[in-house]
């Protein structure tokens, strides 16, 4: 079966920075383009990055851009999101999200892991 498995996310005062991972198994990880959604309490999911399956494209939300980078490990089937400057507004649930590549189908999720960002 496929999984998804988040991990990194915690408290964190104004300015500060995390590196949330998503390890993935049960697929093959290089035929996938891996996302980061986020969702806050009362919010729609948002797209925050993605990121093609060899890692050669990627792209940020404009509230994210200069702050976030993402990035993979095809060897060791993993993603990451290096969060910098973070801000309170950047509080919310990150979720990892695996698409195939040419598929037309949601993809699959992971269970989320928890950023908060207060003083």
């Known amino acids: 079966q496929v999984q998804l498995v988040e991990s990194g996310g915690g408290l964190v005062q104004p300015g500060g920075s995390l590196r949330l991972s998503c390890a993935a198994s049960g697929l093959t990880f290089a035929l996938y383009d891996m996302k980061w959604y986020r969702q806050s309490p009362g919010k729609e999911r948002e797209l925050v990055a993605g990121?093609?399956?060899?890692?050669?494209?990627?792209n940020y939300a404009d509230s994210v851009k200069g702050r976030f980078t993402i990035s993979r490990d095809n060897a060791k089937n993993t993603v990451y999101l290096q969060m910098n400057i973070l801000k309170p507004e950047d509080t919310a649930v990150y979720y990892c999200?695996?698409?195939?590549?040419?598929?037309?189908?949601?993809?699959?999720w992971g269970q989320g892991t928890q950023v908060t960002v207060s003083s």
């Open positions: 990121i093609t399956s060899g890692g050669s494209t990627t």
């Open positions: 999200n695996a698409i195939l590549v040419r598929s037309s189908g949601r993809g699959y």
